[in-house]
């Protein structure tokens, strides 16, 4: 329960700081964050572009200003909160919905790596951070599910 806390901690922290980048850029396109170490490595033109809203797929379908294509930093505040929410919550049904997130959030980062590497050719430590924090939550919320599983195997018998 504590290293779950420790990493929704952790990733909101990075999603509300990559909420301030997206948003001070947007103030003034001259803005340099703290994550921008040079041209390739520039957090602030990863989430400038258009695979930082809507994980770079809604934008074709509702256009780049629709209230539902919401940056990929609002949609992982929702996340890390449902997380740390849904670990105080017994049971195998929250063990579930962990789980279901965590790959969700796992596959979606390694989409979003995929564009980091080969479309946008930048490395954004901010991104790589958290796709580390969805890692480190899919094995937490695999072992709770496993754990539950095996209570439920047990109280059968």
């Known amino acids: 329960m504590a290293a779950r806390a420790a990493l929704c901690a952790v990733g909101l922290a990075l999603a509300g700081y990559a909420l301030h980048v997206e948003r001070a850029h947007e103030r003034d396109p001259t803005y340099r964050a703290s994550c921008d170490l040079g041209p390739s490595v520039s957090c602030t033109r990863v989430f ?77 430590l901010v991104c790589l951070s958290t796709y580390v924090v969805n890692a480190a939550l899919l094995f937490l919320n695999w072992r709770r599910w496993r754990r539950c599983g095996q209570t439920a195997v047990r109280k059968r018998e």
Do not use: K, M
């Open 48 to 124: 400038a572009s258009r695979w930082g809203r809507g994980l770079g797929l809604l934008e074709a379908v509702v256009g780049r200003d629709s209230a539902i294509n919401v940056p990929n930093s609002v949609i992982g505040i929702a996340f890390y909160s449902l997380q740390a929410l849904l670990g105080a919550v017994p049971g195998r049904a929250s063990s579930a919905a962990l789980l279901v997130t965590s790959v969700t959030s796992v596959l979606a980062s390694l989409y979003l790596a995929l564009v980091l590497a080969f479309g946008l050719h930048d490395l954004c």
